[in-house]
């Protein structure tokens, strides 16, 4: 019987995805440091492949975290009571994983000024209603 792959291999490759590119690497420069090549790096990051945990291991080193940076969070990880954070919404992670979310973030966080954040912000809500016309 062949094991297939889920939620939470989904959710793991996409913190890998989310991590390596907020750290500016490529899936060839990842594979390339795996011994992989990058289809195999982008079956991890889709969740279409398993990460065995040693293989995990070599990501998290590589790519400066620690193990627990891709398991935070995850629903079907139940934390004793009184110690569960509060979960991000699943929008927090689509965005995270995407050059552009990141940029953005990297980008806005850098801005000191709360009224130029505040019409960013406004920018943005307007642009995005706009969208849904």
């Known amino acids: 019987m ?6 939470i291999d989904k959710e793991i490759g996409s913190r890998v995805r989310m991590r390596r590119i907020s750290v500016g690497m490529s899936q060839e420069k990842l594979g390339d440091m795996l011994g992989l090549t990058f289809q195999q790096v982008q079956k991890y990051e889709k969740g279409t492949n398993r990460i065995s945990v040693g ?4 990501i998290a080193k590589i790519l400066g975290v620690d193990i627990p940076f891709f398991f935070n969070g995850i629903k079907s990880i139940k934390a004793d009571a009184g110690f569960a954070e509060e979960e991000a919404p699943p ?10 979310g990141l ?6 966080t850098n801005i000191k000024n709360p009224k130029v954040r505040k019409s960013i912000v406004q920018l943005v809500s ?3 209603s706009q969208d849904d016309q």
């Open 2 to 7: 062949k094991k297939s792959t889920g939620s």
């Open 55 to 58: 293989r995990l291991v070599d």
């Open 91 to 100: 929008y927090i992670s689509e965005v995270m994983s995407t050059p552009e």
């Open 103 to 108: 940029q953005l973030i990297r980008t806005f």
């Open 126 to 128: 307007a642009l995005a």
